[in-house]
Structures are given as C-alpha cells and as structure tokens.
C-alpha cells in the first residue's frame, strides 16, 4: 500500500526539486539521431533585457508543450534556446544606468560604453533564462545562444557579405523613420502608426508678383481661392498637418487636373518667413480633395514628397538635426525643438496675417517601438537590403504549402504584406549591435565624396542591381568579412569602419539555422558536430510566436532560410494570440493591469499558471485574463493529487504488477471499467488530435473534463464500494498512470510527483512513452449509451435538488423509455441508477401516461417522474418555487437592459457581452422548469 502523498498538494516543495532533477539528468537534450524522428523549435530570443510576462509566459507554456508531446512520443525534441542583443532597448537600459552615474555614452566613448553594456548583460542578461527555466520549460540549455556570440557574428557578417556581393545591399539617401530620442532610423515595422489629434493649418503662400500685407485686413479677400479669376490671386492657401516643415519647403504642388490652379502652374511663389522663391507645380500625386487642393512639397520630410522631389529635379532642404532641433537652414527658427519650432512658426504666420485658418484633423504617426516618441521622416544616408528578390520565393513556399498558419487567415496577412514589401532599412545609429561590415579609405572616400553632386546618393556595388535615382562610384568603400590591411585600389591602410550597426532584426531573421553555428568554416575544431545538428534539425517543425512580429521577424526568417540554407526554416507557424486583461485592454504599467506571471507562481504554483492559461487560449484568439483565472489551475492540481491519494491509499502493488490485457478481456470487464477505459482512449484519441492541430485548449479541457467529470465524479464513485477488487485496482491504477502521462506537457510538476509515487521502473515520467491508443477497447456505442445514463441519474439528482429533498432520504422514481432498446438499456442497469442516484425504487413504465404526484422532466429518450407524496410540504415548496422564479425574473431583465446601453456595448469585450447573452439564455431555460415544476406540484 502507497499512502506518503501528504494530504495537500504543495507547488513550492516540488517544482524546483523536480527541475534540478530534470537537469541533472540531462532528460532536456537532443542528439541526432537517425533512428529517430526529429522535432525542433527554436525560441523566440527573448530580449537580454526581458523578464517574464503574460506573454512570455503563454508562449513557452506552448512550446514547451509541444517539445514534451513530441519527445514523449518516441521523436528526437530539441528545443534550442537563447537570448536577443535587443539593440535599442539594451543601450537605453544601460544609458539610463550611466545617467545616474551623470555620465552619457558620449562620455565614456564607444569602446568603454560597449564594455559597460557586455558587464551589465553579464549581471542581469540571465534574469529571463532564469524565469523560462522556473516555467518549466524543457530547453536544452546548454546549446543557450546570444545573438552578440562571436559564432553568431560570423553568420551575420557572412550574410551581410554575401548579400552585398549579390547587389541586394545597397546604400543611399533616402527619406527613413527616424526616432529623435534613440537618434536612429527605424524600420516601417519599428514605426508603428497610432492614431493621434491634430490639425490641419491653412497657410497662404503669397505669389512672387503680390504683396505680404501688414495685417490680415490687407487687399486679401477673405474668399476662397476657387472664386477667384487669375487676376486677382494673390497667394496660395496651403493646408498641413506640420507647418514646421515649411521651413524646407521647395515648392508647391497641384493636381493638373485642378482648374482651380491651372493658370497658376510654373509661377513662383514666396516661402513665408523664409523668403525663398520656390515653383508651383504639377502632380497627380496631388489629392484634390485634401485640404485646398494645394499642398506644401518638403522632400527631406516626407516621404511622398521624396519621390516628388526626385521627379520633379527640386532642392533637398533638412531642416533638423538628429535629435529634432531645428538646424541652421532654419533661420530665427534654429535650435528649437521641432514642435516647439511649430508654435513659434504658428505666432508668426498670425502675426503676419498669413495664417488663415486651423481646423482639428485626425492623423496617423508613426511612434519609435521602444521610446514611443513622434518618429521624424528624415532624409538620411542608410544602408538597405532590396526584398523583393528575397521574398518571391517565400512568397511561393507558403502559396505551396510548404509552410502553414495556424490559424489560417494569417495567411492573407502573411502574403499580403509580402506581396507588398519595401525595401529595409537595417543600419541602426546606436553603439549595441552587430557593426557594419563596411570599411572606409580615407585617401578613396575623400576624393570620390568630393566628386558627387549636391543631391541624394545611392553607393552600389558596381554592376549590382539598380537601387534607387543615381548611382556613383563606390570607390573607397570596402565590404569585407575581416578588417582589411588596405585599400584593394590605392594601397593606404588609412581605414575605418562604419560606425553605424544592424537592426537587431538582421541577427534574428537567421535564427533557425545561425543558432546552429552556420557557416560553420570560420571555426572549423567543431565544424563536423555541428553540420550534423543543423542537417538533421533544419528544417525546423514549428514556430510559436505572437501576431506582432509576423512582418518583423517570421517573413524574414522565411526569406533568410530560403535564401541561405535552399530550404524553409520551419514547417509551421502558429500564430496565439495576445494576452489581455478581462476587460480586453492590453496589459502595460501604465494602465496598472499587470499580472505578474512569477507572482502567479508564488500564490497558486507553476502548472496551475500553465495549465489556466492554456485553457482559456482558442486557437489564435486573444486572451482575457485576470487573477481569479488561475483558481481553475490550482483547483485541478488539488482535484488530482486527492484522487490519487485516494488511489493510492486503496492500492495493492501486487495487483498492478503486470499490464491489463494480461489479466482482462473486454467482455471480462465490469461496466464501469468497460466504460472508463474506452472513454479513456476516445478522449486521448481526440487529444492527439487537438494537440496536433494545434487547438491546446480543448486538449487541455477535454483530459480536465474526463479526470474531474468521468474519471472522479462517475467512475471512482461507483467503484468506490469495491475499490479493492483485483480489476477495478488494475484499471484505476492504469488510468491514473496513463492520465499523467498524457497530462504531463501541460502540467510537468505535479505530474512527476505523483508519477514517482506509483510503482514503475522509469526513471521519470518524461523520458516514458506517450500512451499508446488500444483501439480495441474503444465502444462510441456504449459511451453513448452510458452518457445516457449518467444523464438520467443527474436528471434525478436536479429534481431532488430543486424540491430540497435531503440526499439521504430515497425516493421512488419512475422512468417512460421511448423505445425498446432505451427500455432494455434502463432493465439492464437499473441497479447502477439506483445507487447513484440514491433511489427506493425504480419503475420502467410501459405508458407514457404521467403519474400522479409527481414532479417530471425529460432527457433524450426518456420521461423521468419523481414521485413526492409524503416527502414534501406541497403548499410551501409552490411559494419557494415562485420566490426562485420572481427572483430570476429580476436577474433577466437586469441582463438584458445591459445589452441594451449603448455605454457598456461600447466598453465590455466580446468575451463579457457573450457571457451575458449565454446567462440570459441560461435563465430563461431555469425559468421555464421553475414555473413547469410549479405547475406540477399540486
């Protein structure tokens, strides 16, 4: 007999016990090996900065489910980890470190600030591995990768190169998202949009030929420029949502269908408070509709006005400078902030009656990821990768089905965006990072600098694809894997490196393979090993990963594992959703609606955090959680650790020495273990299934309601009289040691607790198989007709409940079958309902006549009639029965006049106002009993 479970399940005394253990024994690692299947996921590399949240806490959950699934089925799982260099985000970390130092990295230069940035990652970078490892996640630590590792350098230099050698790197001028708190460029997908409130200004742009009244009285008809004949024009009115801009302006555009403006098309207007003459022109870029039809041209701030600035031969003006103030070709304006530039442009214009109107305006601007400052379309000189070429073919690989999402609209995104794509900016303005591998001839650089014309620069590699308006000559610059010795074309080794870094991105789109220390020649001592592992690893099985770096990261892994290794990086991509508060809104600090994942695991224990979560997670829908979620985890860690307690205190290890076919026939089987078995492996049938799909939590809510409904409720109830006979020991051990086994992914801790309290020769529970399906023993037939009857015997317990009938009183029952074969079902186990449902008798009727004296309601199949003569006060159980039933009135119609506000439609989530509808739904249905079981009592 087993009996040392203590009476309660306690978390804290077993989770990092069983995780030591796990690691000492290397239970986590992955070899190749060619008897075996293999299975790979790759992590997504948490930032260096990172600690544990929601939704790295959903994520691994995921993963590591996956990972244990597939290593339990016999299938070689690695599960490679590793952190992100996180280029902004680790260097403001560590700026803001040295500024309570009252240093900033200009200080301290670039070599000691970069030494300052490795000591802090060396203290703090391995806070989130340490977070992932109290999770319970299964990597195979020991292979942890860093993005910033020499080997990992080597890729990312190897990939620039050879990218370049291709023409698919190139460097120009062009008008990028720049972010003036970082100072650096940003992707597009660095720059989100957010929608703000702004204001369109209207400006009059007077004609060369007129002349700038003193006030805003002046000659100027206040009338709209369209009534105007050409004779009496005297400026333009232009509308903008940035008039600091205007500073830059270079000319004036309208659409050449205007009739408005056409006779007005090659005059030359007066910048206002700048004075320069500037031309007014003619695009069809140009929407008539916006604003006056006239719009303001800044070709070195706006990107649209970029392409006309190129079109159309005009000057290219910055006005600021890298941090947003205001710079030299500004005027009185210089060195103000941008928008406080704005303000003090705005007095002026009024002042000098040139402001005409401003109106409020909805606008999108792009924000920086990390600080979240007003990102500044800025003309800037910036290196690219051309990504059409390298997204035609990841573009076919998922029209192919060579890689899947799950779920599958992601697709549309997907493609969409591919199909789409714009060239990408990856040199970054900071310290942290991976350094261009771009060098620089002084003697070269100078003399071809000196050659180039005064407008925006593409440097190419000679013969390389064409990559923008002009190209010149790319003498003295050097793109090389080391640092040369000298110039290949003038022999000086006077030479420098570029002082800019990769987007972070760039290391990252090469994790499904650089992880595996490709390209291997760099460092040849271990060359061999790892050849294998990635030959056998790669591709990859699966991605997890949130909706948010679909554009980021997963396309370009795609791209970069098509291009550099001929192959998809991973053969799935499953796409959860994000983790919201139960009001739908987005977890932050600032809004205070944070749930810490590890203050979780301190209240209510590791599985029960996992094992939440994954419940209430659909298949690429977002999550709404709050606190009281995790009950549902630590409720069912406690519902398992007592029936095994159970279990085990009734158990005779000699009764399950041997397996269960070696003992029992189906046709030997009691009922109850007939049906328990059957509905064991028709619900790990389905389980398989789901897990395989990818739909976790109705895995995971499938085997909580089997062990909690069928296994506990119904099965150990009615075995419990006889819970020492040999074959009910034999199935209650099996079932509970099969259960934890395919239970394991989503719950590993409590799980290998229990585990090593059963009699077993395995080492732990994660090196056993996952259950095998023993098909012969499922009967869909008899589940259902068992359903059947546990569905009469609840039937009868709710019309007990419902006339308060203690449950130690029996009642006389009687059920009308509606056929033979539901009469014969009835004949047959009419002891079983008479025990669980705790009855005096039980009836079959030949007519569906009703009784007298009776309370009645109806399942599939059968009429069921509780007989109440002597056991209850008529005239009293009629009044409670329409005090529930006023009651519940009340509750329905307080639901409904909610549905009804417009406010809480407006605010609640789909999740809340669902839940109102089901409870309306639900009170309706108890209403109708109510008032039919009043009817009935008389």
């Not at 802090?120 to 490892?133: F, V």
């Amino acid at each position: 007999m087993i009996d040392d479970l203590s009476k309660q399940y306690n978390p804290k005394e077993t989770e990092d016990k069983w995780y030591k253990f796990w690691e000492e024994n290397n239970f986590f690692s992955a070899r190749p090996d060619p008897s075996k299947r293999p299975f790979c996921i790759v992590i997504p590399p948490p930032n260096v900065t990172g600690i544990l949240h929601m939704g790295h806490a959903l994520n691994n959950t995921i993963q590591d489910i996956l990972i244990r699934y597939h290593r339990m089925k016999g299938e070689e799982s690695l599960w490679m980890p590793g952190t992100d260099h996180a280029g902004i985000a680790t260097q403001n970390v560590v700026e803001k470190a040295i500024a309570k130092e009252g240093l900033k990295r200009q200080d301290l230069g670039r070599d000691k600030f970069i030494e300052r940035v490795w000591n802090w990652k060396d203290q703090y970078g391995s806070t989130i591995i340490k977070q992932l490892k109290k999770l319970g996640a299964s990597c195979d630590w020991p292979r942890t990768r860093f993005t910033m590792d020499a080997e990992y350098s080597d890729a990312v230099i190897e990939v620039f190169v050879r990218l370049y050698e291709k023409g698919l790197i190139y460097q120009g001028d062009y008008i990028i998202n720049w972010c003036p708190r970082c100072q650096t460029a940003l992707s597009d997908e660095e720059a989100p949009h957010k929608e703000i409130h702004g204001a369109l200004y209207y400006i009059k742009y007077p004609l060369k030929e007129s002349t700038v009244p003193a006030s805003p009285a002046g000659r100027h008809s206040p009338q709209s420029t369209v009534d105007r004949r050409p004779s009496t024009v005297d400026y333009i009115v232009v509308a903008t949502t940035r008039p600091e801009t205007m500073l830059g302006d270079t000319a004036v555009a309208v659409n050449p269908k205007d009739k408005r403006y056409k006779h007005l098309v090659g005059k030359t207007l007066i910048l206002p408070l700048v004075n320069r003459e500037i031309e007014i022109i003619s695009d069809s870029m140009v929407d008539m509709k916006f604003g006056t039809g006239a719009v303001k041209v800044t070709p070195a701030h706006d990107p649209n006005d970029y392409n006309l600035g190129l079109k159309h031969g005009l000057k290219f003006v910055n006005i600021m400078h890298p941090d947003g103030r205001l710079n030299e070709n500004a005027g009185d304006y210089r060195d103000m902030d941008r928008f406080q530039a704005r303000e003090a442009i705005l007095e002026d214009l009024k002042e000098k009656g040139l402001l005409e109107k401003i109106e409020t305006h909805e606008l999108s601007a792009g924000h920086c990821y990390r600080c979240h400052t007003i990102i500044e379309p800025y003309l800037s000189k910036q290196w690219f990768v051309k990504m059409k070429p390298l997204a035609r073919p990841a573009i076919d690989a998922v029209k192919n089905g060579k890689i899947k999402f799950s779920p599958r609209r992601w697709t549309k995104v997907y493609l969409n965006w591919m199909e789409n794509i714009q060239d990408w900016c990856i040199s970054r303005q900071i310290w942290w990072g991976h350094r261009l591998p771009v060098y620089y001839c002084r003697n070269c650089h100078k003399q071809a600098s000196e050659s180039t014309v005064n407008s925006p620069q593409t440097t190419d590699k000679a013969k390389a694809v064409d990559c923008g308006p002009w190209t010149v000559d790319n003498k003295g610059i050097i793109v090389s894997r080391v640092k040369p010795d000298k110039c290949p074309d003038c022999g000086s080794s006077d030479i420098y490196q570029d002082e800019d870094v990769l987007d972070t991105w760039f290391s990252s789109w090469l994790w499904p393979f650089a992880t595996f220390y490709w390209p291997f020649d760099r460092r040849p001592s271990t060359v061999d090993r790892r050849q294998q592992d990635l030959k056998y690893f790669y591709p990859t099985s699966v991605l997890v990963t949130a909706p948010e770096i679909i554009f980021f990261w997963v396309a370009r892994m795609i791209m970069a594992g098509l291009e550099f290794m001929k192959d998809v990086p991973f053969r799935d991509v499953y796409i959860h959703g994000t983790v919201r508060d139960i009001e739908g809104k987005k977890m932050s600090k600032s809004l205070g609606n944070v749930i810490d994942p590890l203050d979780v695991i301190s209240e209510y224990g590791v599985d029960a955090l996992r094992f939440s979560l994954i419940s209430i997670t659909a298949q690429g829908q977002d999550v709404f959680l709050s606190k009281e979620r995790f009950e549902q985890g630590r409720n069912f860690a406690n519902k398992i650790w007592n029936a095994a307690r159970l279990i085990l205190t009734n158990l005779d290890q000699e009764n399950v020495k041997n397996d269960l076919c070696e003992f029992f026939r189906k046709e030997d089987l009691n009922i109850a273990n007939r049906w328990i078995l059957s509905r064991f492996y028709s619900v790990l049938q389905e389980v398989n299934n789901l897990i395989d799909a990818f739909r976790f939590n109705e895995a995971a809510n499938m085997l909580y309601s089997f062990f909690w409904h069928e296994f506990c409720d119904w099965y150990l109830e009615i075995i419990k009289p006889e819970i020492k006979s040999r074959q009910n020991q034999v199935v209650m051990f099996k079932i509970l040691e099969k259960f934890l086994r395919a239970l394991h992914p989503f719950m590993p801790f409590i799980t290998e607790e229990i585990w090593h309290k059963l009699p077993h020769e395995e080492s732990s529970i994660m090196v056993c198989a996952w259950p095998h399906i023993q098909e012969q023993v499922i009967d869909k037939r008899f589940e259902k007709e068992m359903e059947s009857l546990f569905g009469i015997t609840k039937l009868i317990r709710n019309l007990r409940s419902q006339v308060e009938i203690r449950p130690e009183h029996k009642i006389p029952v009687s059920i009308f079958p509606h056929t033979k074969s539901h009469a014969k079902l009835i004949q047959e186990n009419a002891g079983l309902i008479e025990n669980l449902a705790r009855l005096d008798s039980l009836k079959v009727l030949d007519t569906n006549k009703r009784p007298l004296a009776v309370i009645s309601d109806t399942i599939e199949g059968f009429d069921v009639y509780l007989h109440f003569s002597g056991l209850i006060d008529i005239v009293q159980e009629r009044e409670k029965i329409k005090a529930k039933a006023d009651k519940l009135r009340g509750v329905i119609k307080v639901k409904k006049e909610r549905l009804k506000n417009p406010e809480f439609l407006k605010k609640a989530p789909a999740e809340i106002t669902e839940k109102e509808k089901q409870g309306i739904a639900q009170g309706k249905n108890t209403l109708q009993r109510l008032l039919k079981m009043h009817d009935e009592l008389r």
